[in-house]
């Protein structure tokens, strides 16, 4: 995979190969996508500190995540129907996060299994956690995750409803793929896909199948989440998960200051400060831009990691010196996955590495501990405050 140098050339060959619907599942954001552009626009914004002459030398990009030893300050995230991306396509994504020393998390609505995935690694990844209105199925799911040793629980809070991506619709997206003439023509012209996913051991989401009791219409995504995802989901149920759950538990999706506060209080290990990827509520703010107020609020009482919008390792310094203590990856590494399989997604993982330790040493720090809001440069408008 040397022949893509960045997260771009991943994302451009996983369009050429993966079949429209898919592809487009994963690249869209909800709605008119103002906070998807947000996102990556107000990463761009935030310029950094060229600093010179620094002995550099001795460059660190280790760290640790929630008490575990990462390699990078990087997790990658869950995706619902990663599978549908390449053949056992979660299986991939897991063994390459965890050959790079940095942790997996499995979604809810994988394609293969929890005991799946758990039979094809050597390590603990974690584990992404919907709440459905039937109770006894998440008390089920939870415990098959700690069956299979998952060794942090990750409770998505931002998608109790499903923000509308337009061209899901358009694309009539289903799982499988419905046998339609266009998309027989779609699939025809990417036969490398179609290749993995015929050897794949499933091809519809491997966590509910057989479990749920209401399988009807599962292969229409968003019907389904509308009938079976929980709209009364409240910090009372974050309580009944912690009950069940005994392991460390992140709450990915809070946006604002003063539900860090509270989930701070509810006992969760982590938050994930987010906006689902631009893909949930259209018009919020970009995640980097909540970032700081949030930090200043929980930092010092909650471990903070950050997702939404990251695909430099540029990007990662921006979002450390922002305060974040890690930062989780979805599209960058569904772009390698899509590009290439297991070898695509170390692919990303090693790019966005690379680039985070060549970001580090122009900027003058060594180590993770370092990258502050000081290696942050003042915008053009703030030149008169700091003393040159
Ligand atoms: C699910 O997490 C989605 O964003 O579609």
């Known amino acids: 995979m040397k022949a893509y140098p960045s997260i771009e050339d991943l994302r451009e060959r996983a369009r050429r190969r993966v079949p429209k619907m898919f592809f487009d599942?994963?690249?869209a954001g909800s709605y008119n996508q103002e906070t998807l552009r947000a996102n990556r626009a107000d990463f761009e914004k935030i310029k950094l500190r060229q600093r010179v002459l620094m002995n550099v030398d001795k460059r660190d990009t280790a760290t640790t995540i929630l008490g575990e030893k990462a390699a990078l300050p990087l997790a990658l995230a869950p995706i619902g129907l990663g599978g549908m991306m390449h053949g056992d396509g979660e299986i991939a994504a897991c063994r390459a996060a965890q050959a790079a020393g940095i942790p997996y998390t499995l979604s809810t609505m994988s394609i293969c299994?929890?005991?799946d995935v758990a039979g094809a690694v050597d390590k603990p990844f974690w584990f992404q956690l919907y709440v459905m209105r039937d109770r006894g199925f998440i008390r089920e799911l939870i415990q098959r995750a700690a069956a299979?040793?998952?060794s942090a629980l990750m409770l998505t809070v931002?998608?109790?409803?499903l923000g509308q991506r337009h061209c899901d619709v358009r694309n009539g997206l289903t799982v499988p793929p419905e046998i339609k003439l266009r998309n027989v023509i779609d699939i025809a012209t990417k036969p490398g896909w179609a290749l993995s996913i015929l050897k794949g051991k499933r091809k519809t989401f491997g966590n509910l199948a057989g479990h749920v009791k209401d399988m009807t219409n599962i292969n229409s995504l968003a019907a389904w989440t509308a009938n079976q995802f929980d709209p009364t989901l409240s910090w009372k149920d974050v309580e009944w998960v912690k009950s069940l759950w005994p392991g460390k538990l992140i709450l990915k999706g809070i946006l604002d200051a003063?539900?860090?506060?509270?989930?701070?209080?509810?006992?969760?290990?982590?938050?994930?400060v987010s906006n689902h990827g631009g893909r949930q509520l259209d018009g919020a703010p970009s995640a980097i831009a909540a970032l700081p107020r949030i930090v200043d609020?929980?930092?010092?009482e909650i471990e903070v990691m950050f997702d939404s919008g990251i695909r430099t390792g540029a990007d990662i310094v921006r979002a450390l010196?922002?305060?974040?203590?890690?930062?989780?990856?979805?599209?960058?590494?569904?772009?390698?996955?899509?590009a290439g399989g297991q070898a695509g997604v170390a692919r990303a993982i090693e790019i966005l590495g690379k680039e985070l330790d060549v970001t580090m040493a122009l900027c003058g720090v060594n180590s993770l501990a370092e990258i502050d809001r000081d290696v942050i440069?003042?915008?053009?408008?703030?030149?008169?405050?700091?003393?040159?």
């Open 297 to 300: 609020a929980v930092g010092a």
């Open 258 to 272: 003063d539900d860090a506060k509270i989930a701070v209080t509810a006992g969760a290990d982590a938050i994930s």
């Open 25 to 27: 599942y994963a690249e």
């Open 148 to 150: 299979a040793k998952c």
């Open 321 to 338: 010196a922002l305060g974040a203590r890690s930062c989780i990856v979805g599209r960058s590494y569904i772009y390698g996955l899509g």
């Open 113 to 115: 299994s929890i005991e």
């Open 158 to 161: 931002d998608l109790q409803v």
């Open 377 to 388: 440069a003042d915008s053009p408008m703030d030149t008169q405050r700091r003393p040159q």
